[in-house]
């Protein structure tokens, strides 16, 4: 899964901005942390440089619901896929270890 996010690189100015789009895949959060009215999140990226998330706690809670549902759908997806994969394993497994039928050739 990879999860886009705008990265905003803000000057010490306040009147300039720079604005560039990175994707990420995130396989492990490295630390979270809140101040006020924010949240951080930093993890490491392919270069294993570190990224650091800033959201805006009230967005951030209006979006937890949908963000929730979207874990828990890709979270069953990847269970049924290993399910599937061990059933076909299993399956080719017992026809691999088939005894022949009928009496052995002389």
């Known amino acids: 899964m990879v ?15 720079i604005r560039k ?6 396989q492990d959060t490295e630390a979270m942390a809140n101040g006020t ?13 570190e990224v650091v998330l800033y959201w805006n706690a009230y967005a951030l809670l209006k979006d937890i619901p949908s963000l929730f549902e979207f874990a ?8 049924e896929h ?15 270890t088939k005894k022949p039928k009928g009496r052995p050739k002389k």
């Open 3 to 17: 999860w886009t996010f705008e990265i905003n690189a803000i000057k010490r100015v306040p009147t300039i901005k």
């Open 21 to 26: 789009m990175r994707e990420f895949y995130i």
């Open 37 to 49: 009215g924010e949240v951080y999140i930093s993890f490491r990226d392919e270069n294993n440089e």
């Open 72 to 79: 828990k759908r890709g979270e069953q997806k990847e269970v």
């Open 82 to 96: 290993y399910k599937e994969k061990y059933r076909t394993m299993a399956k080719d497994i017992g026809e691999m």
